[in-house]
């Protein structure tokens, strides 16, 4: 497993306003939406292409374009529909499919309640998103799946890590073609397993379910 901190002026910039707990839900779909555009260039650096070739209104000329299979993009409901637009955006050739996990906020386990995807992942890159990585434990389950299904490798895009979350999964998924791309590596969690200074529960802040 490899981390990748997305170290970037424009990055640090709509992460701190996602962070402020004034910052409304309206315009924390928003900021998410861009966040992720900007992880996923970085994201896609090692994204599989092939070469085409194009008639420029001058010349005969190679060109670059996505190769096949598709790369499978996969949102973690609930909050990791708020990426898969900016992620789209970036590669609107893309399949997408779908896994409901949700973390029990007692035991901090995470149970999975929906899964809509292809069986056969033999040779896919898969794109993974949610915004957060806190324990690790909703992330190791879901890799793990895409990895049994045969996904050559899997990238994960996140807006926050914890270093809890980041040793457990490279405790789990050692060795396993496995990258993680973040905005940030935050501090710890608390004893309610939230990153800190972290942004509260992205869920309830992309879909105004707070309080
Ligand atoms: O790393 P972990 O400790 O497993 O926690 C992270 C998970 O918790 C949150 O989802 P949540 O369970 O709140 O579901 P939601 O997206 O439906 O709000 C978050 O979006 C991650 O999926
Ligand atoms: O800080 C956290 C941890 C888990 N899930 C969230 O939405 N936020
Ligand atoms: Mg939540």
Redesign the pocket.
């Known amino acids: 497993m490899r981390l990748h901190v997305v170290d970037h002026p424009l990055v640090a910039h709509k992460l701190s306003t996602l962070r402020d707990e004034r910052t409304d839900s309206p315009t924390f779909r928003r900021l998410t939406d861009e966040l992720v555009t900007l992880l996923a260039y970085e994201a896609t650096r090692d994204v599989r292409t092939e070469e085409v070739e194009i008639t420029t209104p001058v010349a005969v000329t190679t060109g670059t374009r996505l190769s096949h299979p598709r790369p499978l993009v996969v949102p973690?409901?609930?909050?990791?529909l708020g990426m898969l637009d900016g992620m789209t955006r970036l590669l609107p050739t893309a399949e997408v499919g779908f896994l409901g996990?949700?973390?029990n906020e007692e035991t901090?386990e995470?149970s999975t309640y929906a899964t809509r995807m292809p069986d056969d992942l033999s040779g896919r890159q898969v794109y993974v998103l949610?915004?957060?990585?806190?324990?690790?434990?909703?992330?190791v389950a879901a890799i793990r799946m895409l990895l049994e299904r045969g996904a050559t490798d899997v990238t994960a895009v996140v807006l926050l890590a914890a270093p809890e979350?980041v040793e457990i999964l490279e405790k789990e998924l050692a060795g396993k073609p496995v990258r993680v791309v973040t905005a940030a590596l935050d501090e710890r969690l608390n004893e309610h397993?939230y990153i800190v200074p972290g942004l509260g529960?992205?869920?309830?802040r992309l879909y105004g379910t707070a309080g």
């Open positions: 973690i409901l609930r909050a990791g996990m949700v973390r901090l995470a949610d915004p957060m990585l806190a324990t690790g434990g909703t992330l979350g397993g529960d992205a869920g309830d």
